[in-house]
């Protein structure tokens, strides 16, 4: 069965630190990238981070500089270091599979919540 798994999320004080993690199940062969995205209440979702099996990486505009995305092809896992969070982070945050074939998966979320 395909399927991706996070886990990480979490309350943490503004400035603080997080690191999510991302592992995918199923059809390993197959996939292409993994990622982050994030929604906010009452917003769109929106990009964080990806990265290829290859190690290419594309980052959301609002979070460059501050979250780290990195992969472990063994593992299957893929990770997102967040630092210097802000309230404004406050995200159900998503896994993202993406099979290049047009095939993505996803999973249910981890909830972030920045607020002291």
């Known amino acids: 069965q395909v399927q991706v798994v996070e886990s990480g999320g979490g309350l943490v004080q503004p400035g603080g630190s997080l690191r999510l993690s991302c592992t995918a199940s199923?059809?390993?062969?197959?996939?292409?990238?993994m990622g982050w995205y994030r929604q906010a209440p009452g917003q769109g979702r929106e990009l964080v981070a990806t990265?290829?099996?290859?190690?290419?990486?594309d980052y959301g505009g609002s979070i460059k500089g501050r979250f780290t995305i990195s992969g472990d092809n063994e593992k299957n896992t893929v990770y997102l270091q967040m630092n210097n969070l802000k309230p404004e982070d406050t995200a159900v945050y998503y896994c993202?599979?993406?099979?290049?074939?047009?095939?993505?998966?996803w999973g249910k979320g981890t909830l972030v919540t920045v607020s002291s």
């Open positions: 993202w599979r993406d099979e290049g074939d047009g095939a993505e998966y």
């Open positions: 990265i290829t099996t290859g190690g290419s990486i």
């Open positions: 199923g059809s390993i062969f197959k996939i292409y990238a």
